[in-house]
């Protein structure tokens, strides 16, 4: 899933509150243009799968926090561990194996 997705659902988990935040504000998330913006409220305007309970909308954007910070973890390891393959001390086993690469 996209960061901007994510970074919209943590910010305006119910299509309510999206539609609520407007085009402008919604624009703000890195990588999403206004037009995408729109885009994205008339899609949550026309949903009928959207759930607008607080309590949902609460889960929702919780669970997008989650995974934002997770992704940032995960990055963080894969540049440690790409530090440590590189390095000339490593086992030269670790560069061998197919698939190892930045």
Request: hydrophobic letters at 40%.
């Given at each position: 899933?996209?960061?901007?997705?994510?970074?919209?659902?943590?910010?305006?988990?119910?299509?309510?509150?999206?539609?609520?935040?407007?085009?402008?504000?919604?624009?703000?998330?890195?990588?999403?243009?206004?037009?995408?913006?729109?885009?994205?409220?008339?899609?949550?305007?026309?949903?009928?799968?959207?759930?607008?309970?607080?309590?949902?909308?609460?889960?929702?954007?919780?669970?997008?926090?989650?995974?934002?910070?997770?992704?940032?973890?995960i990055d963080r390891l894969k540049e440690r561990l790409w530090d440590r393959v590189k390095n000339p001390k490593a086992p030269p086993v670790l560069r061998s194996i197919d698939g190892i690469?930045?």
């Amino acid at each position: 899933m996209s960061q901007w997705v994510l970074k919209l659902i943590k910010r305006h988990p119910t299509p309510e509150e999206l539609v609520e935040a407007g085009a402008e504000t919604v624009a703000e998330i890195p990588h999403v243009t206004e037009e995408r913006a729109r885009e994205v409220i008339d899609n949550a305007r026309s949903s009928v799968a959207g759930q607008t309970d607080p309590d949902t909308g609460l889960a929702l954007s919780m669970v997008a926090e989650n995974l934002l910070r997770l992704t940032k973890r995960i990055d963080r390891l894969k540049e440690r561990l790409w530090d440590r393959v590189k390095n000339p001390k490593a086992p030269p086993v670790l560069r061998s194996i197919d698939g190892i690469g930045k």
